[in-house]
């Protein structure tokens, strides 16, 4: 059994870093349009830098294209208030901190396109659970907290299933059932279906 474990990892992490790498490779294009589009919408910097939570409780900086405002971490604890969220995620219908660049690169997840990195070197998976900041998971119960056994992924069945519109417990239900019943079969669905739910910009707000 460890062995099948220690080889099932093995075979994740390899199709991890060839899916990442060419990915990269193939969309250097857009990865360039995407940067200066940032930049020149608001003379800002391109990327977002941010502590996540990865396996095992591990936390690492995540990175997106920038797609608020630069004062964006400022100005959260006064929006607290208008969250649509539930008490752990915050989540917010038309957020002011949104710039217009980046209310198009969050329709279709284009500002995701950076994690292809963090998984390449390894801190995130290609599916796999939402990455989770770490207040979220310090409101995290027993239950939830597995979702923290594999890597985040950059996409996955919260990507496929709603995104932003899920409820809270709809969002660990999925997570937990990825978690509970992985394989590579299934991580190949998912990777199928994201380019339509992208493409849909289902719950992208």
Known sequence: MAFAGRAEAAVKRATDVVVS???????TPVLLAVALAVAVGDGGPVL?????????????????????TVDAESRRAALAAFSDGNGVLFKMHDDPRVT???????????????????????????????PALPEEVARYDLTA??????KPGITGPWQ?????DLSWADSVRLDLDYVEHR???????ILLRTAGAVLRADGAY
């Open 21 to 27: 790498a060419f990915a990269l490779l193939l969309l």
């Open 48 to 68: 977002f830098r941010q502590v996540r939570v990865g396996r095992d409780g591990r936390t690492f900086t995540m990175h997106k294209f920038r797609s608020m």
């Open 100 to 130: 217009p660049v980046g209310r198009f690169l969050r329709r279709y997840c284009l500002d995701e396109l950076p994690q292809l990195w963090d998984a390449l070197r390894g801190d995130m998976s290609v599916v796999g659970p939402r």
């Open 145 to 150: 907290r597995r979702r923290l056994l594999v």
């Open 160 to 164: 496929i299933s709603g995104r932003s």
């Open 183 to 189: 394989s590579l079969r299934r991580d190949v669905a």
